[in-house]
């Protein structure tokens, strides 16, 4: 089976923004239609909406590192941008005008936050599984002093959950929770337990939320491609690619930025930050540059 990377006509995995864009709206102007989701945080306002039906299409597949621009999000105004350009996630909930009126659908800014978490803490311990850095995997795994549990513990990466202050935690594995991984495992091991979590999370995103098709004007008809379901969908399966190694993206040293790796040289996400490295690295020339510079003046 293969992921679509593209294909003529109607089988191109197509997703759609509002052509006006997006606004946050809440409780005073929209409600909830179905009741069964009133008070979940997870559909709690406030919403975010398109300004108008009009939209525009694109092929999400094709920006290949959407998964990592949407990790990087921070705030409100970071969301309303990228969904500006990139649309809703694909997880969004029916909403009615209070005074009465057509319905539309919106995302609460809740389930973004939460997404955006889950897809930057995978991507930051994938990101150092590939550097080899077990003194950060370090800080996020902790084992028990006996060997018989496994914690994840982590804090916030946006600014709603940074707000909290508090690191969260998971149990990975303990004689009654996932046992199964203690026996696959050893006391203080580390990379495995990475890669297991980082593969649970693309596999729970991924159930349920990809599609088979046989493509008729495919090269070999007896290729099964898979399609993702959403916006959300696609994004993991990109860093599912990543795992595959059809793919390969690292952090830039001078902006932090992820980049798509294209050659064995590939250091620096832009000529920008190859500068600044080159001018950190030689403080002489550019103090004498700088000397230079105020003579002139």
């Known amino acids: 089976m293969k992921w679509d990377d593209g294909y003529q006509g109607e089988h191109w995995f197509l997703w759609s923004a509002a052509a006006e864009g997006y606004k946050v709206v809440d409780s005073k102007e929209y409600r909830l239609c179905d009741s069964r989701l009133e008070g979940k945080p997870e559909a709690a306002p406030p919403w975010l909406v398109a300004r108008s039906s009009a939209e525009k299409y694109y ?25 500006d350009k990139y649309g809703l996630l694909g997880v969004d909930v029916a909403l009615a005008p209070v005074g009465g009126g057509e319905r539309i659908f919106g995302e609460p800014l809740r389930r973004w936050y939460d997404e955006i978490e889950a897809l930057a803490r995978s991507l930051q311990i994938w990101d150092w599984v590939q550097s080899e850095d077990a003194g950060k995997l370090g800080l996020l795994f902790k ?29 990975l594995a303990s004689r009654h929770i996932n046992p199964q991984l203690l026996e696959l495992v050893r006391q203080g091991e580390l990379f495995r337990p990475a890669k297991y979590y980082v593969c649970r999370e693309i596999n729970a995103r991924l159930k349920q939320s990809v599609y088979p098709q046989l493509l008729p004007f495919s090269k070999d008809i007896r290729d099964v491609h898979l399609f993702p379901k ?61 000397k230079r510079k105020g003579g002139k003046q």
């Not at 002093?145 to 914690?151: I, K, N, W, Y």
């Open 230 to 290: 959403n916006l959300l969908t696609a994004m993991w399966v990109m860093l599912s690619q990543e795992l595959l190694g059809q793919t390969r993206k690292q952090r830039c040293p001078i902006c932090q930025t992820r980049f798509e790796v294209t050659g064995a040289r590939s250091k620096y996400c832009s000529q920008k930050c190859r500068q600044k490295a080159w001018e950190s690295n030689h403080p002489d020339y550019m103090k004498e540059k700088g």
């Open 59 to 83: 092929r999400p597949l094709e920006e290949s590192n959407l998964h990592s621009h949407f990790a990087d999000l921070k705030d409100e105004q970071d969301i309303v941008a990228f969904a």
């Open 143 to 171: 084992w028990s002093v006996e060997g018989d549990r496994l914690t994840l513990r982590y804090k916030g990466v946006t600014d709603a959950a940074r707000a909290g202050e508090r690191a969260s935690s998971v149990t």
